[in-house]
């Protein structure tokens, strides 16, 4: 067995998205670009109305996935395909964009704590272009694994301890987790080559990684994982933490990405500019 060991830890910086809701990105920043395939990650999390209720009103999307998965609030997305669907705590959206979608998403209240994640996944070349599609999946549809030393972990796609996720036909096979990980509990989780991945610590602290070159990583905090075949997070022993686990195949493939476009090509992206501008999409 090798644990993976953390290459790089990064903390999420503050960003404006949509209409002026500032997200905390912890992924698709310059200081880490992407982790093939992934390509950002937000958090957006605020319970003053005044600093979420603009939303994220109708933006393009091509070659690539979103996903959105919340915690806290509500959200209601629709698109021009007449598609149209509520979020609420503990439900996930995985939205396939393809060839090319528009779409909002606006809260759908008027006071409390609005949190979640959103994820973007890279598409492969050979389905960039392919037809939108949406997996909705409410929370009560999201399996738990509970284990006898107090953990806990949702999941939303792959498998832990023979427990599979609800998404389904995914190109880079991917993982996602929410781990409740209790104080001085340690979670351990085959993950093996060419799977590449990361955690986002987004309640208390934990070490990552096993041995003298494990790394603390605090809440708001990123951890790149390193080779191995096995993931190894230790709460630390004064507090629960809780994470996402996200990992998924590498696509090895070039990427140009301008905005909400991801493609191989500079002249796909040319294409894609040109597509959305003169309503194709």
Do not use: C
């Amino acid at each position: 067995m090798q644990v993976r060991q953390p290459t790089q830890i990064v903390t999420a910086m503050a960003t404006q998205e949509g209409a002026g809701v500032t997200v905390h990105r912890a992924l698709g920043t310059p200081l880490l670009p992407d982790i093939d395939p992934f390509l950002m990650l937000d958090e957006f999390k605020n319970d003053d109305p005044k600093r979420y209720m603009a939303g994220f009103p109708d933006h393009p999307h091509r070659g690539m996935e979103t996903v959105t998965y919340m915690l806290a609030g509500a959200m209601r997305h629709h698109d021009n395909q007449g598609n149209e669907g509520r979020l609420r705590p503990g439900d996930v959206q995985w939205m396939t964009a393809g060839r090319g979608i528009i779409h909002s998403e606006m809260p759908e209240q008027e006071k409390g704590l609005m949190w979640g994640f959103q994820l973007w996944v890279n598409l492969p070349a050979k389905d960039k272009m392919t037809k939108p599609r949406y997996q909705e999946i409410k929370a009560t549809d999201i399996p738990e694994v509970s284990r006898a030393d107090g953990l806990r972990a949702k999941i939303i796609a792959g498998s832990l301890d023979g427990t599979a996720g609800p998404i389904s036909g995914i190109a880079t096979d991917p993982t996602y987790f929410d781990v409740a990980l209790p104080k001085a509990v340690t979670f351990e989780h085959p993950l093996p080559a060419p799977q590449q991945g990361f955690l986002y610590m987004f309640e208390g602290k934990a070490n990552v990684g096993a041995g003298p070159t494990a790394r603390l990583v605090p809440r708001g905090s990123l951890a790149v994982l390193g080779p191995g075949d096995t993931v190894r997070v230790s709460a630390d022993a004064g507090a629960d933490a809780r994470f996402l686990l996200i990992a998924g195949s590498p696509l090895n493939e070039p990427v140009v990405k301008y905005g909400p476009f991801v493609m191989n090509t500079r002249e796909q992206i040319y294409e894609a500019i040109e597509d959305f501008q003169s309503g194709r999409f």
